[in-house]
């Protein structure tokens, strides 16, 4: 089998350049948000800092599944990415519970 009738057989899926302007222009408003959510005085809510914090979840979410193409590889790859992911996610959880640095409040 040849290299390139090899490489044809797998072709994968990726975003267009107008996937790719749409996910841009959320990640924009999205940290236009979290700018605006600074400097309001929503700052001094207990829920300032989840906020926050749920924002860059979704941004994070959003750069690895379109720029690091996640989403249209195979599914072993997500699993290996974000089994260990969830698993920093709560190390990290219990450590500021533990340490008595609670983030909400």
Do not use: N
Request: include cysteine.
């Amino acid at each position: 089998m040849s290299i390139e009738r090899a490489h044809a057989d797998h072709v994968h899926e990726h975003p267009t350049w107008k996937q790719y302007k749409w996910v841009a222009l959320v990640l924009t408003v999205i940290t236009a948000v979290e700018v605006w959510v600074y400097y309001t005085p929503f700052k001094d809510s207990p829920l300032f800092r989840p906020t926050l914090l749920a924002m860059s979840a979704v941004k994070f979410a959003i750069v690895v599944m379109y720029y690091m193409h996640l989403k249209y590889d195979h599914a072993i790859f997500r699993k290996l990415f974000v089994g260990p992911l969830i698993i920093a996610g709560c190390t990290l959880v219990a450590f500021l519970f533990l340490f008595g640095k609670v983030w909400i409040g």
